[in-house]
């Protein structure tokens, strides 16, 4: 007898993007251009402004009389394709400046002006499709139109853009579009598109009644219902366990400082466009930077417990650790959801260390970093060196100090023999970083857990603490937060999971569906039961219909459902059927009691 085997899965289709791949940078630098043609043969009033390519795709900004519509960008893509068909010879030209501003006078193209004074090196490059187009650009391209695929090229929407994002100046209209190397590329791409859809936290949020945002309250200020707000302690809950395992100790400090604090700090000098303005008792405190502004940090606070009294080396390492709600004064076109909010819970603390005692403290808390990360299944993931640019004057500290900090991240890193990469420039201004980038289900990388080592705050706050010796000296800081932003956690947990949570986080872990009004009072009691003992149960007692139940438990993504007929009842029975591992059968009331805090426990399913 000959054994049949399913035949072998193709392999997943990678999709780069554009910054690491120099083919995809040639095809979409010469698909926009190819775009921008296109728009400006059907419609000749049309300006064209700037056309970079983005991590996906590319975009063109366009100034036109008339809005464009979906029919036009069908069109456009049809124009695109005769252009690509046409086999056009892509030119690289330089001139000079004089000569390029002659060529955009003569035919009267404002915009392309206002670009040429931006390029300060020469000569100015120009790139012709054939001797029918050409624009300003820097490139690279590719040699030929018909290099392009059309198949694998996709106008994908139409949106407003100001010139030069200033309100004030004209609103022009951007056309974004992707290009691949083959269709088989756009087709995953437009499969990931439609996953992400499925899956986007905002629509999930809503539909498992999670979050909401309300216009009166404002953009980017989340309020979390009950069921969401059972998922953040459950988080929380959760690192607060392991953090007292590791000695750490939990303050709590207020919304709100006076500026002097962040001035001293050096957030208020760095950082202030992103603060929310400061409140002043007088316009003259007001034009002095005198009064107090909310929070962007939590660090500085901790900075002041650390020095309410002097430490002895034998108090270091001091572990000091809050939730602390932060709040920063973001544009409102960035804000998104929960993954870019204007105020935020941040599961922050800070250590103060020993010089001697560094290493150690450092690895432990990438210990736990890895350990939340093994307990919410997140498995992909690099860490990322975050470094300062030498060239760059936003860092403040001396080079020592910066050198010793970046230092004691690569031992780290190189101790635990961790899968890591160099990001220069990612450094936040008073000190290195360990950033873990997460990659989730749909190859989008999120940065989640960070640790900073940090010199330089100690020295601008004047920290101190009592040597073995009697001496006086400096502690070193460690800045850390497994979680980083918690709502921005739990955004991109709805969508990792497709707001199907592992059992101990499900904000309902159990719900019970009763066959009639008979076995109501039997649920209920279970419920009662299952409470005391910590499960979140709950009882459907809606009266519908048994199949409507299961449904409506099914869409809400109930990780365990309990079905309760006559049978159930005489047997101190459910009959129990999960969304992990389908029907299980009718079990004893104590035997799920069990077996769910067990899975609870475990952080595994039922």
């Known amino acids: 007898m000959v054994s049949s085997s399913a035949p072998p899965q193709s392999p997943p289709i990678h999709l780069p993007k554009t910054s690491e791949s120099e083919s995809l940078k040639k095809i979409r630098h010469t698909a926009s251009h190819v775009m921008a043609m296109a728009v400006q043969k059907l419609f000749p009033k049309a300006q064209v402004t700037i056309g970079p390519w983005i991590e996906n795709g590319f975009y063109y900004d366009f100034d036109n009389p008339e809005p464009f519509t979906e029919k036009d960008l069908k069109a456009i893509k049809k124009e695109m394709t005769k252009i690509i068909q046409r086999k056009l010879p892509v030119i690289r030209e330089e001139v000079s400046r004089d000569e390029a501003k002659q060529r955009i006078t003569a035919i009267q193209e404002s915009y392309k002006l206002e670009i040429l004074e931006d390029i300060k090196q020469e000569p100015i490059t120009i790139y012709h499709l054939g001797d029918l187009w050409w624009d300003l650009c820097a490139g690279p391209h590719l040699e030929n139109t018909a290099e392009l ?193 204007r105020g935020f819970t941040v599961d922050d603390s800070h250590l103060f260390v020993t010089p001697e005692q560094l290493d150690a403290e450092f690895l432990n808390v990438v210990d736990l970093i890895l350990t939340v990360f093994k307990s919410l299944q997140l498995k992909n993931f690099r860490a990322r060196l975050s470094f300062r640019d030498p060239a760059s004057d936003k860092y403040i500290g001396s080079d020592e100090a910066w050198d010793k900090a970046e230092s004691a991240i690569r031992r780290a890193v190189e101790t635990l023999g961790m899968n890591h990469f160099e990001g220069i420039g990612e450094a936040a201004f008073y000190g290195p970083k360990l950033d873990f980038i997460f990659q989730d289900a749909l190859e989008r990388e999120w940065q989640l857990g960070t640790v900073q080592v940090d010199y330089i705050l100690p020295e601008r706050f004047d920290l101190e603490y009592v040597a073995e010796g009697g001496a006086r000296q400096r502690p070193v800081m460690i800045h850390r937060a497994p979680f980083g932003s918690l709502e921005r956690l739990i955004g991109i947990l709805i969508e990792e999971y497709a707001g199907d949570f592992p059992i101990w986080l499900a904000p309902v872990q159990i719900r019970l569906l009763p066959v009639t009004e008979e076995q109501v009072p039997f649920a209920r009691q279970v419920v009662e039961q299952l409470r005391s003992h910590q499960i979140r149960a709950e009882l459907d007692h809606s009266g519908e219909r048994l199949g409507k139940m299961i449904r409506n438990a099914e869409k809400e993504k109930i990780a365990v459902m309990a079905v309760v007929g006559a049978k159930e009842v005489e047997a101190n029975a459910l009959s129990i059927r999960t969304r992990a591992s389908g029907e299980l059968g009718a079990l004893p009331v104590a035997e799920v009691s069990q077996r769910l805090r067990l899975a609870i426990a475990q952080y595994a399913d039922f």
């Open 149 to 341: 695929n059309a198949e694998a090229i996709e106008l994908e929407s139409v949106a407003g853009a100001y010139w030069r994002g200033d309100e004030t100046k004209a609103q022009l209209q951007r056309i974004y579009a992707t290009a691949w190397e083959t269709p088989e590329q756009l087709a995953e791409y437009k499969r990931r598109k439609e996953e992400a859809l499925r899956r986007d936290h905002r629509k999930l949020g809503k539909e498992l009644g999670l979050f909401i945002f309300a216009d009166p309250v404002g953009p980017g200020l989340p309020l979390w219902t009950p069921k969401g707000t059972v998922l953040r302690s459950t988080l929380e809950d959760f690192l607060k366990q392991e953090q007292l395992k590791r000695g750490y100790l939990p303050v709590v400090t207020p919304h709100i400082a006076r500026v002097d604090l962040f001035k001293q700090s050096g957030h208020w000098q760095k950082y202030k466009e992103d603060m929310f303005p400061a409140m002043a008792e007088t316009e003259e405190d007001r034009a002095n930077e005198i009064g107090f502004v909310m929070k962007p940090m939590n660090c500085p606070f901790h900075i002041q417990i650390y020095k309410s009294e002097l430490r002895s080396y034998r108090e270091l390492p001091m572990r000091l650790a809050e939730f602390g709600t932060v709040y920063r004064y973001e544009q409102s076109g960035e804000l998104g959801g929960l993954t870019r909010v």
